[in-house]
């Protein structure tokens, strides 16, 4: 035995404190594993829930139509099952407010991470993520009773009173936490020597941050980007009081446009029986909105992985 090391003799009190089971540990990873184990059992109950009412749908109405077909009214007669204007007013929507989001929140992030100093860090980003704790019924009657007479006054084309623009602008303004707080904080973890190196060389901070910092922390970035997206795709009352329940397949931003969201909240408020055509829409578009959210979530996941930067 070499110098200094020590053995452990069968029978002391240090063997049996590694052999003794410890029980305050155990409790502890059952308890994470249930919390896991819930997560994944949700998933799997929305998709069940989901899959039987959606095939009834599609043993009744052609997945042709409802993909491919631009008439979205299937309460009215005869009725009409394109999907469509459902998704478009739902991308359309999603986009405005990624384009509102995406540079606000950024902007906040470099900020807050390169340029404030610790106090006023520690001020200004609990007071921008109290946004994200607003109900989404205030923002909803916020864009319906300010914005949207606020556009119709600046803008030069006619706007509705329901209006896509004044719902996508004001999602976004909602979803600006999410992107700045998570990129903010994949900002944060890059290590300083990377920015130190970069003053040595004579950058700026400007410099620094959008060719050193940021692209190191673009896996977060990313992350964010997308977890917003998701956001805005989902979001109900925002659109549904201040975009409009008239499912138009156009890209007016002027006009009133109902989303995929906004469809499941008024026909699931609605007096539509169940267990028919008309009811198992409900279930047939949030089938489509579960998996274009997946698909958002999968490709996040997979850009994460691609580009995640590993520091020691």
Excluded: C
């Amino acid at each position: 035995m070499a110098a200094g090391d020590t053995a452990t003799v069968p029978g002391t009190p240090q063997s049996l404190a590694r052999s003794r089971p410890r029980y305050g540990e155990m409790a502890i990873k059952a308890v994470l594993m249930l919390a896991a184990l819930v997560s994944i059992a949700t998933t799997v109950g929305i998709v069940i829930s989901l899959l039987e009412p959606t095939i009834r749908f599609f043993g009744e109405v052609s997945a042709v139509e409802f993909f491919t077909s631009t008439n979205w009214g299937p309460l009215f007669e005869p009725p009409h099952y394109g999907v469509l204007p459902l998704v478009s007013a739902t991308l359309i929507t999603t986009a405005i407010a990624i384009v509102v989001a995406v540079p606000l929140g950024l902007a906040s992030a470099i900020y807050l991470s390169e340029y404030a100093k610790p106090r006023v860090r520690k001020f200004f980003k609990p007071v921008l993520e109290v946004l994200a704790g607003i109900p989404t019924v205030v923002f909803g009657f916020f864009a319906l009773s300010f914005v949207t007479p606020l556009l119709r006054d600046v803008l030069p084309f006619e706007i509705e009173i329901f209006n896509a623009l004044s719902a996508g602008l004001v999602v976004g303004f909602m979803i600006i936490p999410i992107v700045a707080s998570l990129s903010e904080d994949a900002m944060s973890s890059v290590p300083n020597s990377l920015r130190e190196g970069s003053f040595a060389l004579g950058a700026s901070r400007m410099v620094t941050s959008l060719r050193v910092v940021l692209p190191a922390a673009f896996s977060g970035i990313v992350a964010a980007v997308i977890l917003a997206i998701s956001r805005a795709a989902g979001e109900t009352l925002i659109v549904y009081i201040a975009g409009g329940g008239q499912p138009n397949f156009t890209l007016d931003l002027g006009m009133a446009m109902q989303t995929m969201a906004a469809f499941i909240a008024a026909a699931g408020s609605g007096d539509v029986p169940v267990g028919t055509v008309d009811y198992d829409t409900i279930f047939a578009v949030g089938a489509l909105l579960f998996v274009m959210t997946f698909a958002m979530n999968y490709v996040s996941a997979r850009l994460v992985r691609k580009y995640r930067e590993v520091y020691e």
